[in-house]
């Protein structure tokens, strides 16, 4: 038996269920390895169900193994039902952050005597600890992403729109084998630099300014994460100053990711550096967040995150400083925890690049 069903055993076992339902898809595709989009899983302590419709059950079959795979005659919700009337479960779990207040009645209203028990986070709990092959995926979705910044890099100058460059760096990690981008790829340049998520738009590019650029490719269905501020000419004091002082702040931080360290102690490190050297009120976001087959994972460096840190786990170290009218500067590098400390997964150089 995995240890991921394994898992998922003891949460029915742990809380006293007959059942559980899992309905997210990236859940469902951890737990079955089934990438199709409709799905429904129902685990008992005994069996594995994966339900699915006339469109995948082929690739379902080649997909997964130990799952009954079931087609439903109407809607896979409709027959997740039927399924867990027929094998008389009577305290089933679902995904609570999943389901809607619709769902959540119908499956009340078609399975009177069944207590439905909400659930949040529980299989994704199982998913924080990578395992050897998610981590040769996440290592080659890095390696994607670094021949990418090293590509682009001949791409950027005045002139260039924000939104050309976004599109040749995702057109060049397809082609490098990438599944897609890991999400809306940000090139904030300019006064726009000072928005942490400013997606990349049809500005141009200006001599003079910085450019913040964030972006990560999708391999095997795990997710990269890294960004790079560049500055296109000689920068002046304050940017050079603001870009060391992000710099120095990241790699503080990454020298204090090692197992046992709570996820709030890394946020702190640099966040008091910044606020030390005065910028505290310019970070307004988190130090980073773990990623895998969602781009934001739990846990995450932040202040009120009090995880503990174990071997397997992925994140990212991204401060940043962003100011209004001025622009800004972020560093993000992904990182593995390891047995004692941590291994940097971005390969990418975090000097300032001056084009
Ligand atoms: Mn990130």
Redesign the pocket.
């Known amino acids: 038996m995995n240890q991921k069903i394994e898992a998922v055993r003891k949460i029915i076992r742990d809380n006293q269920l007959d059942g559980l339902v899992v309905t997210k898809q990236q859940n469902w595709q951890y737990l079955s390895g089934f990438t199709g989009t409709n799905a429904v899983l129902i685990f008992t302590l005994s069996d594995n169900y994966l339900i699915t419709d006339f469109r995948y059950l082929e690739q379902a079959q080649l997909e997964t193994e130990g799952f009954h795979i079931i087609k439903p005659r109407t809607l896979v919700e409709d027959a997740m039902v039927d399924l867990v009337t027929s094998l008389g479960l009577t305290r089933v779990g679902f995904e609570g952050d999943n389901l809607t207040y619709s769902q959540y009645a119908d499956y009340n209203k078609k399975t009177s005597g069944v207590e439905w028990v909400s659930f949040t986070q529980a299989v994704e709990k199982i998913r924080q600890v990578k395992d050897d092959r998610e981590i040769a995926a996440l290592r080659k979705a890095a390696s994607i992403t670094d021949m990418a910044f090293d590509y682009i890099l001949n791409f950027i100058k005045p002139g260039v729109k924000e939104s050309e460059i976004a599109l040749e760096i995702e057109y060049y990690m397809k082609k490098k084998g990438a599944e897609k981008s890991a999400f809306d790829i940000i090139v904030a340049s300019g006064p726009r630099a000072a928005l942490p998520h400013g997606v990349a738009t049809d500005k141009e590019l200006s001599a003079g300014e910085l450019v913040i650029l964030?972006f990560g490719a999708v391999f095997a269905g795990f997710h990269a994460?890294m960004?790079r501020t560049v500055v296109l000419g000689e920068p002046d004091a304050d940017q050079k100053k603001i870009y060391d002082i992000v710099l120095n702040a990241q790699k503080r931080a990454i020298e204090a990711v090692k197992p046992g360290i709570r996820c709030s102690q890394v946020d702190l490190v640099a966040r008091d550096f910044i606020t030390v050297n005065g910028y505290g009120a310019n970070f307004g976001h988190g130090l980073?967040?773990s990623v895998g087959l969602e781009i934001h994972e739990k846990p995450a460096f932040a202040p009120r995150d009090d995880t503990v840190l174990q071997p397997g786990m992925a994140m990212?170290v991204?401060p940043g400083i962003y100011l209004s009218n001025w622009g800004g500067v972020r560093i993000?590098d992904l990182v593995l925890v390891t047995g004692s400390s941590c291994e940097i997964l971005s390969r990418s150089s975090k000097e300032l690049i001056v084009l």
């Open positions: 964030d994460d960004t980073g967040h990212t991204e993000e």
